[in-house]
């Protein structure tokens, strides 16, 4: 059984490009988050999914991020028109059940802002 | 969530036992504790999760107080794989839909 996969693993974009991140959740799982993790700080909410449906974006900023779970393929992660400080890794987690089950996280996506 | 705090960092030898403490004073009685860590350049990986027993798995062993005002985290031989950032995190499975709020962790260095 596939763990939780992100890509790509590290992503290089100057400023003002667009960053997409993927995530495909483990099998049988259907409810996805994704997590900021600035260097030297603990990891940050960002945003939880089930399919089709965005549950919980109170950690996402207002402008310029955005997130999707479509009924078939991975989540992605949209940050549009990238600063520097939004270099950081950004992992993804999936449960089975919700929140409130274990969270099983992928190797993230280091996001490097020229 | 109700806050952990936890020491920044702390040192073992390899293949001695390690002891991470873990303080949740202001726990509730539907909190449960849970472990999670970070190796270097990794995702966090779940390691262990408990209400009042202590619980053994094959990563660690989870010891909690009577009054569950605190725990700690036990690595009965650390290996240099088990360098990481542990993380102490308190979730309610009758709190609604939460996120996991992740602290600063403890940096276990483990020398060879």
């Known amino acids: 059984n596939a763990g939780v996969m992100q890509n790509p693993r590290h992503l290089v974009r100057r400023r003002g490009q667009e960053a997409r991140l993927r995530c495909s959740p483990m099998?049988?799982?259907?409810?996805v988050y994704w997590y900021r993790q600035l260097p030297e700080e603990g990891l940050k909410f960002m945003v939880y999914l089930q399919k089709e449906n965005i549950i919980d974006e109170s950690g996402m900023p207002k402008e310029r991020f955005s997130a999707e779970f479509p009924k078939e393929g991975p989540s992605i992660l949209r940050i549009q028109q990238v600063v520097r400080g939004d270099s950081a890794a950004y992992f993804c987690?999936?449960?089975?059940?919700?929140?409130?089950?274990?969270?099983?996280f992928g190797p993230g996506t280091r996001l490097l802002v020229l | 969530d109700a806050k952990t705090t936890q020491p920044n960092s702390m040192e073992s030898n390899e293949e001695e036992p390690v002891h991470l403490p873990c303080n949740h004073s202001t726990i509730s009685g539907t909190d449960y504790i849970h472990w999670y860590r970070q190796l270097p350049s990794q995702g966090p990986e779940y390691v262990i999760h408990g209400l009042t027993s202590n619980v053994n798995n094959r990563m660690a062993s989870l010891a909690i107080a009577e009054d569950r005002k605190s725990s700690t985290l036990i690595l009965h031989r650390a290996t240099l794989r088990d360098a990481a950032v542990y993380y102490c995190?308190?979730?309610?499975?009758?709190?609604?839909?939460?996120?996991?709020?992740f602290g600063k962790g403890t940096r276990l260095s483990v020398i060879a």
């Open positions: 995190i308190l979730r309610d499975p009758l709190g609604g839909n939460t996120p996991l709020v």
């Open positions: 987690a999936s449960s089975r059940w919700g929140l409130q089950e274990t969270q099983y």
């Open positions: 099998k049988g799982h259907s409810h």
